[in-house]
Structures are given as structure tokens and as C-alpha cells.
């Protein structure tokens, strides 16, 4: 079954620095993949998603992510990072074996000041 | 216009009380599901419907039984409810292929004392 991985539960950047949440993901056919954000007490918003078009993938609020399949890996950037950025980030996999979505455990980012 | 809804957004209830949490989605969307997520923010999924139909039913005890009236609601009933009970509990839809984001919910805060 797909799986996805997350390096670091919680990564802190001061604003302005750039921000880089690491995702890698593990599918026997090509996946599909998803960055979701989610606020203090909301529920989860789509950032972005990769479905086999380009590579690289612009999202809300000036992220971006880039698939790279020789390192199974789809990392989240921003430039720079803002306040409001401060969230929990999730990276998800689904392929058309597996219509279900797979979670991973998800990075809290803060942004110092 | 809100996408998906669910009520209540919060429940405090002693144990062994049964409860239940209802999911509407006014998307179109043919495919439910419920998520519960725990105090270190782990997301794991625990049903899926498509079109009224049971797809996913992961490891989850029989006191928690799902029911779909019709393709736009999926609630969620919690008989006996326990301790380790407690966490927010997600309702997400999406239409059913697999390249399609879901949709969440703001979630409902389970508590039981």
C-alpha cells in the first residue's frame, strides 16, 4: 500500500527564512500527491497536489512543491516565511490502486519573529 | 456557503454514553469519509463511503458505527464510548478517483470524561 513519510515533526524558521518541510513517499504505481495546511483549531485546506502533469507544483499562499520520482520525494517550499504561515502541514498519497488518501504524520512549523 | 459541515463542533460526555456526530457536504461530491485525529495530531482514517456504500472500514472498534442516508450526509455513531475515545474527529468528502483532493470539515472536539 502507499505510504508517506515525513522528516521532522516540527521544524521552526525565523520570518523571512526560507521554509522547506520534507515529504517522501513509497507507491508501487505513479502517485498522486497532496499538501494540505491546517490552522489551530480548523479542519484541513488544500496547499497543493501533484497528479502527473509538471513537476513542479504551485500552491496557495506562495508554496510550491517539486516531485522528483529518483528520490521518491515531494518537499513543500516558501521563499520566505511568513507569521501567518505558523501550522501543522500534511503530505498525502493516493494512486489508482488505492483511491483511499495516506496520511502522513505531519510537521508543525513555527515562525519566529 | 459552507462546503462541509459537521455538528457538533464540540461534545463533552462521560463514559460508556453514546453519541453521535453528523457530516453534511453540499459538494456533489460521491465519496465520504470520517478521520480521527489524536492529541499529537496523527491523522488515521476510519470509514470511507462511496454512494451510500462502505469502501473502507479500517481497524476501528464496532462501537463506532457509520450510516449514510443519502450520498450528502455520513454520520458517525459512538456507542460505550471510552476514554481513549477523546480527539477531533474529521469528516472529509471527495469524488471517487484517485487524483481528487478531499474536502474537510472544521472537525469535531470529542471529549469524554
Known amino acids: 500500500a502507499q505510504s508517506v513519510t515525513q522528516l521532522g515533526s516540527h521544524v521552526s524558521v525565523s520570518e523571512g527564512a526560507l521554509v522547506l518541510l520534507r515529504c517522501n513517499y513509497s507507491?508501487?504505481?505513479?502517485?498522486?500527491l497532496f499538501w494540505y495546511v491546517q490552522y489551530p483549531n480548523q479542519g484541513l485546506q488544500l496547499l497543493l497536489k501533484?497528479?502527473?502533469?509538471?513537476?513542479l507544483v504551485k500552491g496557495i499562499n506562495g508554496f510550491e512543491a517539486e516531485f522528483k520520482k529518483s528520490e521518491t520525494s515531494f518537499h513543500l517550499t516558501k521563499p520566505s516565511a511568513h507569521m501567518s504561515d505558523a501550522a501543522e502541514y500534511f503530505c498525502?498519497?493516493?494512486?489508482?490502486?488505492?483511491?483511499?488518501?495516506?496520511f502522513g504524520a505531519g510537521t508543525r512549523l513555527t515562525v519566529k519573529p | 456557503d459552507t462546503a462541509v459541515s459537521q455538528t457538533p463542533k464540540y461534545l463533552v460526555t462521560q463514559m460508556g454514553n453514546d453519541k453521535s456526530i453528523k457530516c453534511e457536504q453540499n459538494?456533489?461530491?460521491?465519496?465520504m469519509y470520517w478521520y480521527k485525529q489524536d492529541s499529537k495530531k496523527f491523522l488515521k482514517i476510519m470509514f470511507s463511503?462511496?454512494?451510500?456504500?462502505?469502501?473502507i472500514n479500517e481497524t476501528v472498534p464496532n462501537r463506532f458505527s457509520p450510516k449514510s442516508p443519502d450520498k450528502a450526509h455520513l454520520n458517525l455513531h459512538i456507542n460505550s464510548l471510552e476514554l481513549g475515545d477523546s480527539a477531533v474527529y474529521f469528516c472529509?468528502?471527495?469524488?471517487?478517483?484517485?487524483?481528487?483532493?478531499?474536502?474537510f470539515g472544521p472537525g469535531t472536539r470529542l471529549t469524554v470524561l
Open positions: 472529509a468528502s471527495s469524488q471517487r478517483l484517485s487524483y481528487n483532493e478531499q474536502f
Open positions: 507507491s508501487s504505481v505513479p502517485p498522486y
Open positions: 501533484y497528479t502527473s502533469a509538471a513537476t
Open positions: 498525502a498519497v493516493s494512486d489508482d490502486n488505492n483511491n483511499d488518501m495516506r
Open positions: 459538494l456533489g461530491h460521491d465519496t
Open positions: 463511503y462511496n454512494n451510500k456504500e462502505l469502501i
